[in-house]
C-alpha cells in the first residue's frame, strides 16, 4: 500500500532564510509524486510533481523538490523564503497511472516563515 | 484549463438533516472526479471517485454517498449527517498527470 510521510507538523523559518520541508513515501513500483499547497479556508494549490527523468523539479512560487529513490524522499525546498509562503504543504504520492491518480496525501506540514 | 466549482461554500447543519454538496467542472470532458475530505485542517481522505457518468467508486464505509448524474457533475449527499462528517469538503479532477482542486465547502454539523 502506498503512504506518505510528512515527519514535522510545522517549520519555522525567517524571511529570507532557505526553507525545507520533508517528505518520505513508501510504494510499490514507480511513484508519482507531487507537492500541494493549501492556504487558509482554500482547496489545495499544485505546485510541482516528479514522474520521471531529472531528480530535481522545479515549480510554481520558486519552489522545488529532489527526488531520492534510495531514499524515498521528496522534499520541498525553496533558497529564500517569503512571509507569503506560510501556509500547509502537503507531499502526495500515487502509482503513476495516466487520467487516473489515486493520490495518498501526508497529514501535512504548516510552513511559519517570520518577517 | 479546467474550472471547478463546489457549492456551498460553508453550510451549518444540525444532525440526522439531509446534505447534497455540489461540484461541477468546466473546460474539460468525460473528467476523472474526486471527493476528499479534510478534518481538523490537515490530511486528506479520499471518499469517493468517479470515471464516468453514473460510475462511483467507494473508498470508506461511511455516512455519505456520491453520485455523477452528468459528465461534469459530481454530488455528494447523505440521509442523515453526524457530528463526525463535519468538515472540509474538497472536489478534485485529474489533468494529465495531476489533480486540481475545487475551492472547497466548509460542513459544520451541530
Known amino acids: 500500500a502506498q503512504s506518505v510521510a510528512q515527519p514535522e507538523d510545522q517549520v519555522n523559518v525567517a524571511e529570507g532564510n532557505p526553507l525545507t520541508v520533508k517528505c518520505t513515501y513508501s510504494?510499490?513500483?514507480?511513484?508519482?509524486l507531487f507537492w500541494y499547497v493549501q492556504y487558509p479556508n482554500r482547496g489545495l494549490q499544485f505546485l510541482l510533481k516528479?514522474?520521471?527523468?531529472?531528480?530535481l523539479v522545479k515549480g510554481s512560487y520558486g519552489f522545488e523538490a529532489e527526488f531520492n529513490k534510495s531514499q524515498t524522499s521528496f522534499h520541498l525546498k525553496k533558497p529564500s523564503a517569503l512571509v507569503s509562503d506560510s501556509a500547509l504543504y502537503f507531499c502526495?504520492?500515487?502509482?503513476?497511472?495516466?487520467?487516473?491518480?489515486?493520490?495518498?496525501f501526508g497529514t501535512g506540514t504548516r510552513l511559519l516563515v517570520s518577517p | 484549463s479546467q474550472t471547478i466549482h463546489q457549492w456551498p461554500a460553508t453550510l451549518v447543519q444540525p444532525v440526522g438533516s439531509p446534505l447534497s454538496l455540489e461540484c461541477t467542472v468546466e473546460?474539460?470532458?468525460?473528467?476523472?472526479l474526486y471527493w476528499y475530505r479534510q478534518a481538523a485542517g490537515r490530511g486528506l481522505q479520499l471518499l469517493f471517485y468517479?470515471?464516468?457518468?453514473?460510475?462511483i467508486s467507494s473508498e470508506v464505509p461511511q455516512n455519505l454517498s456520491a453520485s455523477r448524474p452528468q459528465d461534469r457533475q459530481f454530488i455528494l449527499s447523505s440521509k442523515k449527517l453526524l457530528l463526525s462528517d463535519s468538515g472540509f469538503y474538497l472536489c478534485?479532477?485529474?489533468?494529465?498527470?495531476?489533480?486540481?482542486f475545487g475551492p472547497g465547502t466548509r460542513l459544520t454539523v451541530t
Open positions: 502526495a504520492v500515487s502509482l503513476g497511472r495516466t487520467g487516473f491518480q489515486k493520490l495518498v
Open positions: 510504494v510499490s513500483g514507480n511513484p508519482y
Open positions: 516528479y514522474i520521471t527523468g531529472d531528480n
Open positions: 473546460g474539460t470532458s468525460n473528467p476523472n
Open positions: 468517479s470515471v464516468g457518468i453514473g460510475q
Open positions: 478534485a479532477v485529474d489533468s494529465a498527470y495531476e489533480q486540481y
